[in-house]
Each structure stands twice: as structure tokens, then as C-alpha cells.
């Protein structure tokens, strides 16, 4: 075995088998991390298109809301008649309520 500046050739070996262990090692940590990072983007645009179809469907909740109110607010301030059939609405669904309890109630004992 001849040297060459202090280095045997068995050694010089080794050390290019261990630098290829680590070169295949750091090869393989870095696929990972890149698949990884295809991951996180390919959750991150989901995520995105589900806050933007969420944003969509409070706007169109709130639109819904602000007629509905004003309606009500309409249907309150036009006079003593509408309030007559609102009273009357109201006590209505209050009786029923009532009556689907008393039926539930009695159907479970």
C-alpha cells in the first residue's frame, strides 16, 4: 500500500464510501423536505379555496339577513294593523310550540 500525502489508499476509500453514505442520506432528506413543501403548498390552496367559499357564503348570508330585517322593520312601521297580524303570528307559533311539547312529552311517557 503506498501513501499518498499521508493518506493510504484503504483510507482514502473509506472516506469516499462514507462521504457517498452521506451524500445518498442528505439526498434523501432533501426529497423529503421537497415533497414535504409540495404538501404544505398543495394544503395551503386548499385551505385558501375554503376561506374564500366560506367569505362567499357570509355575504350572501348577510345580504339575506339586512332584506330580512328590513322587511320586519317595514312590516313594524306601517301601523296599528300590522301589529294586530304580528301579535296574532306570534301567539300562533307560541301555542303550537306548546302543543308539539305537550305531544312529545306525552308520547315519550
Request: proline share 0%; glycine share 8%.
Amino acid at each position: 500500500m503506498g501513501s499518498r500525502n499521508g493518506w493510504s489508499n484503504l483510507s482514502e476509500e473509506a472516506v469516499d464510501k462514507e462521504n457517498r453514505d452521506y451524500q445518498e442520506r442528505l439526498s434523501s432528506k432533501a426529497a423529503y423536505l421537497k415533497s414535504l413543501a409540495f404538501d404544505i403548498e398543495t394544503e395551503a390552496k386548499d385551505h385558501h379555496r375554503l376561506l374564500d367559499d366560506v367569505g362567499g357564503d357570509f355575504d350572501t348570508s348577510t345580504g339575506l339577513l339586512g332584506g330580512t330585517l328590513s322587511r320586519v322593520q317595514k312590516l313594524l312601521g306601517q301601523g296599528r294593523t300590522n301589529r294586530q297580524i304580528m301579535c296574532y303570528t306570534i301567539l300562533v307559533i307560541i301555542f303550537t310550540f306548546i302543543i308539539l311539547t305537550y305531544i312529545i312529552s306525552s308520547s315519550r311517557s
